[in-house]
């Protein structure tokens, strides 16, 4: 049967195909140590698990509003003016199935084909596929180790033409774990407003944040920056609730009522129970969100322990999320562990879970050669496991 030319231009994500790579071999009875996928290990929180039984019980197994449920809109705003200080009205929120649809539907929303779309590499894979998905072109403008991984506003104005519609912002960033400094999220709001584009800002990772870094939303930057930012954001990362797909765009009252027509004609409602444990994610106690970060930080910590004594290893130490993104370029044309030498990210991975069994997910898929990424979202047995397998691969 016939296949359509835009998704046959379409990659499959990397980051879940490393993973079922990964399960796969596990299958088969080896044990791997998998360090591909970025969400946590915990099972949600047990206040949140109760509250979608308790949505069952009383009946909530209906279509909702195919937006989403007004106490979640309500509870996502009063959550934005508690953290970050900024006012939004329930109008102006979309509950989505998930942050990687709410992506896709601005996306959908805002884009005419041929809009160029700013995105610093590194980049979170999905980012430049879901561009390429509605005929608009990525424009990947790269980041340094050197420069801390953040887009400086110099190469954001060097990037702007006459076909710039957006700039994807993701701080703090899947893969580098790099939390942009406030200075330099307020010079790059001056060349958004200059520029007049728009910001989608992928502020999925908000609540994960190390000492001694500090998050600050795009949309604080006053309204003239308010007006011209998108926040993407939801309940995976911080609550450790992955799998019930909830996630939710923050948008001006047009571009929201867009994202509505559509979203109401493609997925109706994101999954009803999900909603209602969500509510009880945002609205019940936070304490479990500080406590998963504690643990986050304690790995986070280990690992650049680790990862800093192996030899020829660089990396920007992570300010937030959970990712270990370090260069292994030093490490091409050496023989590995007894097999041959390796010359690129992609061949190391391979190189790494067939002789070490452990598997990471290569730079290249986020737009940066020479570098691997790494999820510390597991145990400390296993990051333990895996530090050593690591160590001993590259000796
Ligand atoms: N944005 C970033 C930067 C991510 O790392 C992810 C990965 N989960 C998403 C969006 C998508 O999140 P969700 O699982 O809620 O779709
Ligand atoms: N965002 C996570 C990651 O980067 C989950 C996988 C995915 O959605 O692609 O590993």
């Not at 307020?186 to 990772?205: F, R």
Request: glycine share 6%; charged share 20%.
């Amino acid at each position: 049967m016939h296949t359509s030319s835009l998704v046959n231009q379409l990659k499959p994500s990397e980051t879940l195909a490393a993973a079922a790579k990964a399960r796969e071999l596990r299958g088969k009875g080896i044990d791997v140590l998998d360090f591909t996928l970025g969400e946590p290990d915990f099972i949600t929180p047990e206040h949140i698990r109760s509250a979608a039984v308790a949505a069952m019980e009383a009946g909530h197994t209906h279509y909702t509003a195919a937006t989403g449920i007004q106490e979640l809109k309500q509870a996502v705003c009063d959550a934005f003016q508690r953290d970050h200080g900024v006012t939004w009205k329930p109008s102006e929120v979309t509950i989505s199935n998930g942050a990687k649809h709410a992506l896709h539907n601005v996306l959908v929303a805002i884009c005419e084909p041929g809009d160029e779309v700013i995105i610093p590499t590194p980049y979170w894979v999905s980012y430049s596929a879901l561009v390429e998905l509605v005929g608009a072109k990525p424009v990947l403008v790269e980041t340094t180790e050197a420069e801390g991984f953040c887009l400086s506003p110099e190469k954001l104005r060097a990037a702007c033409t006459s076909r710039t519609r957006m700039l994807m912002l993701n701080s703090p960033s899947n893969p580098t774990g790099v939390v942009y400094p406030v200075k330099t999220l307020e010079a790059l709001a001056q060349v958004v407003v200059e520029k007049d584009i728009v910001v989608l800002s992928d502020e999925i990772y908000d609540k994960l944040i190390y000492s001694g870094h500090t998050f600050r939303s795009f949309a604080s930057f006053g309204d003239e920056v308010r007006k011209r930012t998108v926040i993407v954001n939801g309940v995976s990362k911080a609550y450790a609730m992955t799998g019930w797909r909830i996630g939710w765009t923050l948008a001006p009252e047009n571009v929201s009522a867009a994202i509505n027509r559509l979203q109401s004609q493609q997925t109706s409602n994101p999954c009803s129970v999900s909603q209602y444990a969500a509510l009880a994610a945002l609205t019940g106690p936070q304490q479990c969100v500080a406590d998963m970060c504690v643990k986050f930080a304690e790995r986070r910590d280990y690992v650049i322990r680790r990862l800093s004594a192996m030899p020829g290893l660089t990396m920007a130490e992570p300010g937030g999320a959970f990712y270990a993104f370090f260069n292994v370029s030093s490490h091409f044309g050496r023989p590995l562990m007894g097999g041959p030498a390796v010359d690129n990210a992609t061949d190391f991975c391979t190189a790494l879970l067939e002789r070490a069994y452990v598997a990471l997910v290569s730079g290249d898929a986020f737009g940066a050669p020479g570098y691997v990424r790494m999820s510390f979202a597991t145990s400390m047995e296993n990051l333990r496991r895996g530090m050593d397998a690591i160590e001993k691969f590259m000796a």
